[in-house]
């Protein structure tokens, strides 16, 4: 039985690295090569801190007088002009061109922006408060686009491509490492907006694929796969803030660590201070009030004077906003999205584009079909965790529940305190694209509960390779379409 079950896992292994290899990598490539500049979420941005960490810029800073086009505090990093504008430029769209141009016409223009004589401020106050580790994959392979004479244009496809590199070698670990829920990590770096994402320079892509590796080695249950899984969480949490509450990931795992509480603790502890660091450290060079607007008078939540006027998102005013009315800010997030809750899951699939393309229907039914399916396959194989007692068992889902509720609730709180006007009663600037990377969470979830042989687990892995056959099917199509009609 021993001989049979290494046998399954070794099959599914393989199956599960040659389905990313084959279906997954080609496509991110593909998106890397043809998505043009500036058409995923933030790009451009993504690209300036590219560019600043190349420049040795640990972190943004803030100017002291603010952006014209705003009057708001102005905050951002230093870089090459000639980058952005190519960027910006997307596929030419606003190109000085006739209407009539061809979309090659416009590419050939975008491709020609030249390199600015100089560095100088490029203002980006959202990504230039983002810690620099993610970046490096994309800055080093945009060093080696400058250095082979390559101009702003090219040398931007050639830091997508160092993070496609990244994403495939750690999908490829991720894939190979994993104690279990191997299909629904494949789902996960599969989904349509991982792909996107994955071939772009947002930071978003590699952060994906770290998460799935670091859950792929807690569930290992080795002293090995602990601490590697401790310190991409800890990668994680110092990109991405809100996802500090896996901090208490480690504290589920006792049987990994063969070891003391204090050790235990220690991990947590190592994913929690790095972000709380970071944070504080933005908070004191980098930060400014996000969403510009035309001045507004507070919403209901706010308990001060009604007839003040705010032009952005004040995090001290929404702040005094949580103090007041904590209960209902922190049940905002059921509240807003019940009237359209198919929405947010649709967008945790993948609304590409710069927010404005919009799948075939039939793909996202195949990936939430998928996704289940690769749920049902946890609820059908052996469990990551072997407590002495169910009351353990308890206790360590409930820890692993807590975390990935923590970290959701923490990132609406966040879009609440910097891109929601003070007082609604409602969060804006919530996009699916930051929850996936807590799906791999589910394989410390859910355990055995369905009495199937594993030898007919291969089933659960029908609905996921149809999936990603169709998405392979029709992705590059919608591309062309969309970009290159």
Known sequence: MTQRSDRIRLIERFVALACFLILVVPLVVYCAWKVPLGQVPDEPNHIARVDSVLRGEVIGYRLKTPNPSTGAPNAGVTGNYGLI??????????????????????????????????????SSVNTAAYAPIAYIPAALALGVGISRGDGPHDAALAARFGNVIAFTILGCLALLLAGRGRLLLLVTLGLPITIWLAGSCNQDGVLIAVAVLALALLTRQDRAGFWGGTILLAVLALQKPPFLTLMLLPLVLPTAMRGTWAKRISA????????????????????????????????????????????????????????????????????????????PFADLIGILGSYDIRLPSRLYA???????????????????????????????????????????????????????????????????????????????????????PARFGWIWWILPLVALIALDAQLPGIITQYYYR
């Open 85 to 122: 504008y190519a960027a910006a430029a997307g596929n030419g769209a606003n190109a000085p061109l006739p209407a009539s141009a061809s979309a090659q016409q416009r590419l050939a223009w975008a491709k020609a922006i030249p390199w600015s004589p100089a560095p100088g401020f490029l």
């Open 268 to 343: 947590a502890l190592a994913i929690m201070i790095p972000a709380v660091l970071w944070s504080l450290l933005v908070m004191w060079h980098v930060s400014v009030p996000l969403l510009p607007s035309a001045i507004y008078h507070p919403g209901p939540l706010w308990a001060g004077d009604p007839a003040l006027v705010f032009h952005s998102a004040i995090p001290a005013a929404q702040i005094s906003v949580l103090l007041h009315h904590p209960l209902t800010v922190a049940l905002l997030p059921l509240a807003d999205k019940i009237p359209t809750i198919t929405t």
């Open 366 to 452: 195949l990936f939430s079909f998928a996704l289940l399916s690769a749920a049902a396959a946890l609820l059908t194989s052996a469990p990551v965790m072997s407590h002495r007692s169910i009351a353990a068992k308890c206790w360590a889902w409930a820890l692993v529940l807590i975390a990935a509720l923590s970290c959701a609730e923490l990132i609406y709180l966040v879009e609440y305190l910097t891109w929601t006007p003070v007082g609604f009663n409602r969060i804006d600037g919530i996009q699916g694209r930051y929850f996936v990377p807590l799906l791999p969470i589910l394989a410390l979830l859910l355990g055995r509960v369905l009495p199937i």
